[in-house]
């Protein structure tokens, strides 16, 4: 079975400071994996996603992802924060390439200082 | 386009008491929908998949008897925690996909509290 770990808990940032969100993976195949943000109170929205080809993917927000399978890893990077980019950040891995099935990582909190 | 609503958003009930929360899809047709639950700094954990116009799947460990699940339409996926207590308090967050190997779109949530 597929697992995913987000080593840390709490991440506390300067607003204008780079980001990077770490994630590391464990699947036997060919991994599907997802960035998901949560502001307080709110469902998921998506951030970027990962299947094939380009090992580094562009997505919403600014936000810029890197598949490593060397490393199993899939870590979330971001040049500047905003203080809006507040929020908890799931990575997920999925069986399939349309997102279904997905197993979360625990998720990582991001607080940014102003 | 691919917007899910929950509600209520947030609900409070006595223990006993059963608490219907409901999920849509606003702009499409959700063949499949799942439920998760989320506790306090927590990920979400999946409790169920459901398929239109047939009974859900329970993941292990999930009281199917308790938490009830219906899917009656493209548009509607219910859950309803019976004869809830404390213990059931979490964040319930649905999402719904165009097909069993479809993109997942999430709800924003609902945050029950049994008292």
């Known amino acids: 079975a597929q697992s995913v770990t987000q080593p840390d808990i709490h991440i506390t940032v300067s607003e204008g400071a780079s980001l990077e969100l770490r994630c590391n993976y464990s699947y036997g195949a060919t991994p599907y994996l997802f960035w998901y943000v949560q502001s307080p109170g709110q469902g998921l929205q998506l951030l970027l996603k990962y299947f094939s080809g380009d090992t580094l993917v562009q997505g919403i927000k600014g936000f810029e992802a890197e598949f490593k399978r060397s490393q199993s890893s899939f870590n979330l990077r971001k040049p500047s924060v905003h203080w809006s980019d507040a929020a908890e950040y799931f990575c997920a891995v999925s069986v399939n390439n349309a997102g279904n099935m997905l197993t979360f990582g625990g998720g990582t909190r991001l607080m940014v200082k102003p | 386009g691919a917007v899910v609503s929950q509600h209520p958003s947030w609900v409070i009930c006595k223990s006993g008491t059963s608490v219907k929360i409901e999920c849509r899809s606003l702009?499409?047709?959700?063949?499949?929908m799942f439920w998760y639950r989320q506790f306090p700094k927590q990920s979400l954990m999946l409790m169920a998949t459901?398929?239109?116009?047939?009974?859900?799947?329970?993941e292990q460990g999930v009281e199917k008897d308790k938490f009830l699940i219906n899917h009656a339409s493209l548009t509607l996926s219910t859950l309803t925690v019976t004869s809830a207590h404390p213990e059931d308090s979490s964040f319930y967050i649905c999402s719904a996909s165009l097909g069993v190997a479809r993109e997942q779109y999430f709800g924003p949530g609902t945050r029950l509290t049994v008292t």
């Open positions: 702009d499409f047709q959700a063949t499949t």
């Open positions: 459901s398929n239109e116009g047939s009974k859900a799947t329970y």
